[in-house]
Every structure is written in structure tokens, then in C-alpha cells.
């Protein structure tokens, strides 16, 4: 049985590594706030929408220093900051976006986030009318789960009733845990399984992954974390080889630390609050929520997937899609299958 050393790194935290969510949390200035003022005012001016906008717009020396700075946290650090907070008082959703979409593409690239080509994904409960919604359109609990990109932001434009907390857990903490006490289940997560592309491929490829996705991977020192628990599921499923009961339980103690107390921190998003973190050493899921009956008061948020330039090593087997980071846009879409992040 191969022996895997603990990872000792900014990006291994628990619960109790914060005393106070100030720790975590950067503020804008009124300077910078100011430079977000004139970029909307051109919005405005200029009618600018998110099919128009340009790089050209963002002018705001000031943000871009912020960003900047907090980037390294990101990256190299504990793998998330939460940015609070935009005036969502004063500025319309789409001005919101707008400026939101302006720290991605300060960043990096915003990248499309599905096979309709979608770069900033809308997260609301859509169940009511449309049975068919993706699991992050609908008002219940997704289990935790990675996305398929290096940064994923959030931007919060209305919050929920009650519930819809944003649990966060670090990826490295649950690597070593798992290492610490079942190695041999470790030693599974590293070779890992095929994955369903859900009908997102595109034309040409093969509807599930030819190779194994590995959920854990280490590139010159560097570990990763790729986990979406349905698409390994539904694999199995199509190929008719159901998961063994180690594999099962592997699956499991993922999800199981994720969801401990001492390993998470439920983020309460606020109107206005952005939480950007790292996809592959930070662990996300959704708690249901109850939803305010007056429509725009429905809980709303903006998903962003941002890749940087030379952001991490990571192998190339972890890529679900043919696009490193991304889910390529297709002209024709399948929209047979449901994203789901369930499990159990």
C-alpha cells in the first residue's frame, strides 16, 4: 500500500483555523468604490451589456490593485477570500454583473461554464417552471462537489428566506484526514474513475470520460482535488460496472468530511458579497433554502469560473471536458441530462 505524507500548507484549514470571518474577508474601499461608480455610469451611458462589454471599460487602477493582492490568497493561500461588499442598493443586477465580470477579466479569462456557452451562470430556483433545471436551479441541498475550471466565484444579488448558505471546506484537509486513517481508500481516490459528461462533450468525443478521472492528484508537490459524485455514478451506471463497496465508501468519506462540522464554514452571502475560491483545494455545497414569495426578492446569484494564467499544475487526467477549465459551447445541445451533485 503506497504511504502518502500530510500536506502542510496555507490551503489545510479546519473550521476553528478563524476566529472571525474578517479574517477572510476584504473590504473596498470608498476610492475604489468610486472607480466602480464611473465604470457603471459609462455602463449607462453607453448602454453596455454583457453581449457588448469590453476589456476597455474596466479603467479602475485601484480595483485591479485590490484584486491583485488578494489574488496570491487564492492561489497559494488558504484558497478563498470573500470581497464584500458592492452597493446592490444602487445598482441594477445587470450593472452588478457588469462589474463582476470586470474582476474575472482583470484575473484572468471568464470561461464558459456549459455547453450553452454561458459565462456567468444564474443560480436561482427555476423548479417551479422548469422540471427539468439543473441542480443549482433548484432550492435544495447540492452535496459537496468541485466544478471544472480554476476559480469559481459567487456573487450574491439577492440572498434567500432562510437557508442557502455557501458550506466551504478545505480539499487538503480531507486528503489528509483520509491518508491518516485509510490509506487504502486513498489509494482508490487516486486512480480514479470514469466520469459522464452529461451531455455536455462535444462533437466527437465519447459521452464518458476513456480515462480514469483521478478525485485526488499530485503534480510536483501540488494536490488537487476533482470530485462530482453523479457524473462518477452515472458512468458506472451506463457501462453496466456498479461501484465496488470500497469505491462506495471512498466516495463517501470524501463527502462525509466535507460535511463535518470541524472541516466547514458556512458562508451566509449577503447582497452584494462575492466569495472567489479555489477549485481545486476548496470543497463547495448549497444548503436548501426556503425562497421569499415576492419575485424579486427570490434568491439570485451570479456563478463565475475564472482561469488565470499558469494558476496550478495539475495532471491532465483530471479534465472531464476536452477544454482545460472549461466546458466548450456547442451549436447543438443536449439537454437530456439534469447536473446533479447528489450522492446517498
Not at 485591479?64 to 470573500?82: A, E, Q
Not at 482508490?188 to 459528461?197: A, E, P, Q, T, V
Request: net charge negative; with cysteine.
Amino acid at each position: 500500500m503506497a504511504s502518502y505524507a500530510a500536506i502542510n500548507d496555507p490551503a489545510v484549514w479546519t473550521a476553528s483555523t478563524f476566529k472571525s470571518p474578517e479574517e477572510f474577508t476584504v473590504h473596498f474601499s470608498a476610492a475604489e468604490l468610486e472607480e466602480m461608480d464611473r465604470v457603471v455610469e459609462r455602463i449607462r451611458a453607453d448602454q453596455i451589456t454583457i453581449e457588448t462589454v469590453d476589456n476597455a471599460l474596466y479603467q479602475w487602477p485601484l480595483v485591479t490593485r485590490k484584486l491583485v493582492s488578494i489574488y496570491p490568497d487564492v492561489k497559494s493561500g488558504r484558497g478563498f477570500v470573500v470581497l464584500g461588499t458592492l452597493p446592490a442598493d444602487r445598482y441594477s443586477k445587470e450593472e452588478l454583473g457588469l462589474l463582476y465580470w470586470g474582476f474575472g477579466q482583470t484575473l484572468g479569462k471568464c470561461a464558459s461554464q456549459s455547453s450553452k456557452g454561458d459565462r456567468l451562470g444564474h443560480i436561482r430556483d427555476m423548479s417551479a417552471t422548469d422540471p427539468g433545471a439543473r441542480a443549482y436551479q433548484n432550492r435544495y441541498e447540492l452535496n459537496p462537489h468541485t466544478d471544472f475550471t480554476d476559480i469559481v466565484c459567487l456573487l450574491c444579488l439577492r440572498d434567500a428566506k432562510t437557508g442557502g448558505e455557501t458550506p466551504l471546506a478545505s480539499a487538503l484537509q480531507i486528503h489528509n484526514e483520509i491518508a491518516r486513517t485509510r490509506p487504502d481508500l486513498l489509494e482508490i481516490l487516486y486512480r480514479g474513475f470514469r466520469n459522464h459528461r452529461r451531455g455536455e462533450e462535444q462533437p466527437g468525443d465519447d459521452p464518458i470520460t476513456p480515462h480514469r478521472v483521478p478525485v485526488f492528484s499530485s503534480v510536483n508537490g501540488h494536490v488537487s482535488l476533482r470530485f462530482v459524485r453523479p457524473y462518477i455514478e452515472a458512468a458506472a451506471a451506463e457501462l453496466g460496472e456498479p461501484l465496488t463497496a470500497l469505491e462506495t465508501e471512498a466516495l463517501d468519506l470524501v463527502q462525509d468530511l466535507a460535511e463535518r462540522d470541524e472541516n466547514r464554514l458556512d458562508l451566509r452571502l449577503t447582497p452584494g458579497t462575492v466569495v472567489m475560491f479555489n477549485n481545486y483545494t476548496v470543497i463547495h455545497s448549497r444548503r436548501p433554502f426556503v425562497d421569499h414569495d415576492e419575485e424579486d426578492k427570490k434568491r439570485h446569484l451570479l456563478r463565475m469560473w475564472v482561469l488565470p494564467e499558469n494558476f496550478r499544475e495539475t495532471a491532465p487526467e483530471i479534465e472531464v471536458f476536452s477544454t482545460k477549465g472549461e466546458i466548450q459551447k456547442r451549436e447543438t445541445v443536449n439537454s437530456g441530462f439534469s447536473w446533479g451533485v447528489g450522492g446517498r
